[in-house]
């Protein structure tokens, strides 16, 4: 099981963004910096094989294992 937490730069408290009951993995922020991508094995598996997870200011880019995987999103992380 994994946490991801976000915290501001200038320190602070921690935002806990994920619960501990999945295993949650390479986080990255979209670049509007509003958006964390991150693959997790919420379904029994990862969604995708080893993780390449790249980002530029239009696109996701990253390596598919599975034809039937997700990718979780959580959005505007700073509500």
Same mark, same amino acid.
């Given at each position: 099981?994994?946490?991801?937490?976000?915290?501001?730069?200038?320190?602070?408290?921690?935002?806990?963004? $994920?619960?501990?009951?999945?295993?949650?993995?390479?986080?990255?922020? @979209?670049?509007?910096?509003?958006?964390?991508?991150? #693959?997790? &094995?919420?379904?029994?598996?990862?969604?995708?094989?080893?993780?390449?997870?790249?980002? $530029?200011?239009?696109?996701?880019?990253?390596?598919?294992?599975?034809? @039937?995987?997700?990718?979780?999103?959580?959005?505007? #992380?700073? &509500?």
């Amino acid at each position: 099981m994994s946490k991801l937490y976000v915290v501001p730069v200038s320190g602070g408290p921690w935002t806990r963004i $994920t619960d501990n009951n999945h295993w949650d993995d390479k986080p990255r922020w @979209s670049p509007d910096g509003r958006t964390v991508y991150f #693959v997790s &094995r919420r379904g029994g598996f990862f969604n995708v094989g080893p993780v390449g997870l790249s980002l $530029t200011q239009d696109k996701l880019v990253l390596t598919l294992e599975e034809q @039937s995987g997700s990718i979780w999103v959580l959005d505007n #992380v700073d &509500r």
